[in-house]
Structure formats: C-alpha cells, structure tokens
C-alpha cells in the first residue's frame, strides 16, 4: 500500500483548488448579480493563489 507523501497531498490539493476556481469562473459568467459575479472572481482568485504556493511549495522543496 503506498502512502501519499506530503507532495502528493500539495500535488492533489493544488489541483482541487483550480477545479473549484474554474468552478467559481464559469458561475460568475453567467451570473446576473455584479456583486456576486464579482465575489466568484475574488473567491477564484484566491482558489487560484492558493494553488499555485501549493505548486511552488513543489517546484523548489519547501516543507508543506
């Protein structure tokens, strides 16, 4: 049985979180209320910003 390292649960993570922001992006876009399409893009933002320190967190070896 293989265990998941810690780079793979960052690796796996990371991926989530992009999944959800593109979720968030396609909401926003059809969404009617500026305020909330605008909260979507926030939210994605962040979603995206988390996942890419999660994937650099990688690349260079940093404990996660």
Not at 45 to 63: C, N, T, V, W
Request: charged fraction near 30%; aromatic fraction near 0%; glycine fraction near 4%.
């Amino acid at each position: 049985m293989n265990t998941p390292t810690k780079a793979d649960r960052a690796r796996d993570r990371a991926a989530r979180l992009h999944r959800e922001a593109l979720n968030c992006l396609t909401i926003a876009v059809g969404e009617k209320v500026e305020l909330h399409a605008a909260q979507l893009i926030d939210e994605a933002e962040r979603l995206i910003r988390r996942a890419a320190e999660l994937s650099a967190g990688q690349s260079i070896g940093h404990k996660i």
